[in-house]
């Protein structure tokens, strides 16, 4: 699971590495992705116009996992503005998001 750490805006660089390692990490196959968006924070519009154009061929479907209403209101603003390829659903408990994920397994 990927978590957002808090501090503010992330840096494009150090996101394009975790890219690359995810891709290495994973072979270059598509994957089932649960992220954790408690303390996520908008983002600039370079960073996500990286994201909605690299994530579409990493991922099979993304859970999103948040309890925060900042983290929530983050997701479906990059998910209303970016419109993706695979399904995605936001949760407030991991465990439901886990069970949303299996059926793209």
């Known amino acids: 699971m990927q978590r957002f750490k808090k501090g503010g805006p992330t840096i494009l660089g150090r996101n394009k590495?975790?890219?690359?390692?995810?891709?290495?990490?994973?072979?270059?196959?598509k994957v089932c992705?649960?992220?954790d968006n408690n303390n996520s924070t908008p983002?600039?519009?370079?960073?996500c116009d990286y994201i909605a154009d690299v994530v579409?061929?990493?991922?099979?479907?993304?859970a999103v996992v948040s309890?925060?209403?900042?983290g929530r209101m983050v997701a479906n603003l990059f998910f209303s503005i970016k419109k993706?390829?695979?399904?995605?659903?936001?949760?407030?408990?991991e465990t439901?998001?886990?069970e949303w994920l299996k059926q793209y397994l």
Not at 67 to 70: L, Q, T
């Open 17 to 29: 590495k975790t890219v690359e390692d995810f891709k290495k990490l994973t072979g270059g196959k």
């Open 67 to 70: 309890i925060s209403v900042a």
């Open 56 to 62: 579409p061929d990493l991922v099979i479907a993304i």
């Open 84 to 93: 993706q390829p695979y399904p995605f659903k936001i949760f407030d408990d």
């Open 43 to 47: 983002q600039k519009k370079e960073l």
């Open 33 to 35: 992705m649960l992220t």
């Open 96 to 98: 439901k998001a886990k």
